[in-house]
T-cell receptor, first 116, second 117 residues
Framework: GQQVMQIPQYQHVQEGEDFTTYCNSS?????IQWYKQRPGGHPVFLIQ?????EVKKQKRLTFQFGEAKKNSSLHITATQTTDVGTYFC????????????????FGQGTILTVHP | GAGVSQSPRYKVAKRGQDVALRCDPI?????LFWYQQALGQGPEFLTY????????KSGLPSDRFFAERPEGSVSTLKIQRTQQEDSAVYLC???????????????FGDGTRLSIL
């Protein structure tokens, strides 16, 4: 079945360092979404990428969607303690009939800790 | 309401008991999803409703799991004869589900943390 994998599983950085998490899908994705989950919290939507090779920026966060639409990355420049949390990528989960209904397959997430 | 509301926040049950988890989605949201999140893992899809219709229940792990949304708003996830492996956080998410828009951001509730003793 469809698999979405993320690396690394954990990343510990010093405040001010950069951070990158990578997402790979076993199948081509029509789009990919990124979510952030703070400790004890729920996933919060960050962004959606749709086009092959698309790059989007949100302040210190840069999101990329691969040319083949099977991989994506999130890069944070100059991390801050407020960036702490787990970052998930998620792609449409398509059933045998090819229907998604908008449901998602999530990666296992990358846990980011930032040392002040 | 302002966001997706789930209750209870925490539930402890003995193995074999039945539990019911409630989700109150954002008002007017057509689509409602249930996910199960084990510790250290991403959310895993359980089931999907479009209004009151359960269009996809392919992620429900067994026939002990049952979900309903009878009036197209509030949804209940019921687990019968709970087992220890059911311990997880159960997340509910909704989105407007506008026709012709294939993938929209999902708005998650805070989840119910279920512990089976």
């Amino acid at each position: 079945g469809q698999q979405v994998m993320q690396i690394p599983q954990y990343q510990h950085v010093q405040e001010g360092e950069d951070f990158t998490t990578y997402c790979n899908s076993s199948t081509t994705l029509s789009n990919i979404q990124w979510y952030k989950q703070r400790p004890g919290g729920h996933p919060v939507f960050l962004i959606q990428l749709v086009k092959s090779g698309e790059v989007k920026k949100q302040k210190r966060l840069t999101f990329q969607f691969g040319e083949a639409k099977k991989n994506s990355s999130l890069h944070i420049t100059a991390t801050q303690t407020t960036d702490v949390g787990t970052y998930f990528c998620a792609g449409p989960r398509v059933n045998a009939g090819g229907t998604s209904y908008g449901k998602l397959t999530f990666g296992q997430g990358t846990i980011l800790t930032v040392h002040p | 309401g302002a966001g997706v509301s789930q209750s209870p926040r925490y539930k402890v049950a003995k193995r074999g008991q039945d539990v019911a988890l409630r989700c109150d989605p954002i008002s007017g949201h057509v689509s409602l999803f249930w996910y199960q999140q084990a510790l250290g893992q991403g959310p895993e899809f359980l089931t999907y409703f479009q209004n009151e219709a359960q269009l996809d229940k392919s992620g429900l792990p067994s026939d002990r799991f049952f979900a309903e949304r009878p009036e197209g708003s509030v949804s209940t996830l019921k687990i019968q004869r709970t087992q220890q492996e059911d311990s997880a956080v159960y997340l509910c998410a909704s989105n407007p589900g506008r026709l012709g828009v294939s993938n929209q951001p999902q708005h998650f509730g805070d989840g119910t943390r279920l512990s089976i003793l």
